[in-house]
């Protein structure tokens, strides 16, 4: 099957914040412009990149608000709220994200805590629950964060019962599960992959994908679809390489998107590093090697960022 038009690449946002750690605005909003000028779409305040789970209501108003103002009628501006421990704290996020005037809210798949694993029943109870008080576009992931797989056959049943789910975001698991929920869910579903499987997804029918990357590399990331569009496989593959590249730098310093995604805006002069405590930037020699390894595979020249000059030997 031939890729849908138009596919996005979305971003799972980083949220800033000043050295006192509070929410800083204009270095969000510079932020957002950067995906903007990129042509990547935009989640907001989600629980990995942008630090949702440490953000009060209040402030994650003001996110979504601002995200808004800065992206909507620009690139797609979804939000992600964090993942929930119940309905009721999944909605109350999402309606926050709604009210602010998001065009798609993301519903995360239950996150019963204490290593609980919800069953069918439990999921669906969940998702029905909300979708029955929910009027507003939404869309569902499926991501291996929660430590489960939502059964394709809920998604079928859900998808045929509740006409605003838009899309789903199948992050982690295999193309395989990709595949078998194409075919059991509503053809004017929009389905997404992680950045990882895009080149193989957008065949198969895929509308595009969510990733972190694009906070530090945004050209980089949306050069895949750009070159994929155009037909030039060549330098789709070559922009994937690169995209590769760096997830095998930042995964260094993962689990925690937010950490590497803070710390390798700061080591390209993007950003402050500062993180929501208890979490912390590694310290300056981590910092200097991530830098040194973003040097070696050019990022700052794909980017169009300043290269750092290296001095020369004086001359006699």
Not at 66 to 73: A, F, L, P, S
Not at 105 to 125: C, F, I, K, N, S
Not at 220 to 231: A, T
Request: charged share 20%; with cysteine.
């Amino acid at each position: 099957m031939p890729a849908k038009k138009n596919p996005i690449m979305f971003s799972m946002s980083v949220t800033p914040f000043t050295s006192d750690g509070k929410l800083d605005e204009p270095a969000y909003r510079a932020h957002l412009r950067r995906m903007v000028a990129a042509n990547n779409g935009v989640y907001l305040g989600s629980g990995g990149a942008g630090e949702g789970h440490v953000l009060t209501l209040t402030e994650l108003k003001r996110v979504y608000k601002i995200g808004v103002e800065e992206c909507k009628g620009k690139v797609p501006t979804y939000a992600n709220p964090r993942e929930p421990r119940s309905a009721d704290a999944m909605y109350e996020v999402c309606n926050l994200a709604h009210d602010a005037g998001v065009e798609v809210v993301q519903l995360y798949p239950l996150d019963a805590g204490h290593g609980m694993r919800p069953t069918y029943l439990e999921q669906e109870t969940y998702y029905r629950t909300l979708l029955g008080a929910i009027k507003y576009p939404v869309s569902i992931s499926v991501h291996v964060a929660v430590g489960y797989t939502t059964p394709v056959s809920l998604l079928k049943n859900l998808c045929a019962d509740y006409k605003n789910i838009q899309a789903i975001n199948v992050m982690g698991p295999p193309l395989s599960y990709f595949v078998e929920v194409k075919d059991a869910v509503r053809k004017d579903i929009a389905l997404y992959t992680g950045i990882a499987n895009v080149l193989m997804s957008l065949p198969l029918g895929s509308n595009g994908c969510l990733e972190a990357e694009s906070n530090i590399a945004p050209k980089l990331c949306r050069s895949v679809l750009d070159h994929y569009l155009k037909g030039d496989m060549d330098k789709a593959g070559e922009a994937m390489t690169n995209v590769i590249r760096l997830g095998n730098i930042v995964n260094r310093w993962a689990p925690s998107t937010a950490r590497w995604c803070k710390m390798g805006l700061k080591v390209l002069g993007l950003g402050n590093g500062v993180l929501r405590p208890p979490y912390m930037l590694p310290s300056e020699a981590e910092q200097q090697e991530m830098g040194r390894l973003f040097d070696h595979m050019r990022l700052r020249e794909i980017e169009g960022l300043p290269v750092k000059k290296t001095p020369g030997k004086a001359r006699r």
